[in-house]
């Protein structure tokens, strides 16, 4: 399925934003994550949350989507790392849905005023 050209201007717009904030969103995120998906915790590595080496990579892997949106070859090596990660994790298709929501959620935090 290829981006509309409207979705894609969102996303490019979207990398400044996420340059600058993308961490304050994904501890939002993951804060919002474990507190209604608590059964969650017990495959993230709880060291990695600690030292937030868990929101930057979070935080570059969606920047990094955002600033290459034209040029999306350019991920590919970076994608196959994960998705590997991912299956090496056992990660299941159902629980795709549930970072998605939270993702987005946290990236409609006012961040305006998190200054
Ligand atoms: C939008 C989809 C997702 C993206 C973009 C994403 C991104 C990432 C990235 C960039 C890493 C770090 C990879 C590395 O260290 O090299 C990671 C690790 C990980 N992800 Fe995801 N992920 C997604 C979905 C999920 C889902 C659905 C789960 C399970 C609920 C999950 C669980 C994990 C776990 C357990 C790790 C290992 C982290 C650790 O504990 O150190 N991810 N993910």
Do not use: W
């Not at 400044?16 to 969650?40: C, D, K, W």
């Amino acid at each position: 399925m290829s981006l509309s050209e409207q979705t894609i201007q969102i996303v490019k717009a979207t990398a400044p934003v996420l340059a600058e904030h993308g961490e304050t969103i994904t501890r939002h995120f993951y804060q919002q994550m474990f507190s209604q998906n608590p059964e969650l915790l017990n495959i993230f590595n709880a060291t990695n949350q600690k030292t937030g080496r868990q929101q930057a990579a979070l935080a570059n892997a969606v920047y990094a989507y955002a600033a290459n949106i034209d040029n999306l070859g350019a991920l590919t090596g970076a994608v196959q790392r994960i998705a590997h990660k991912h299956a090496s994790f056992n990660i299941l298709p159902e629980q795709y849905p549930i970072v998605g929501k939270h993702l987005l959620e946290g990236c409609s935090l006012n961040l305006i005023t998190d200054s």
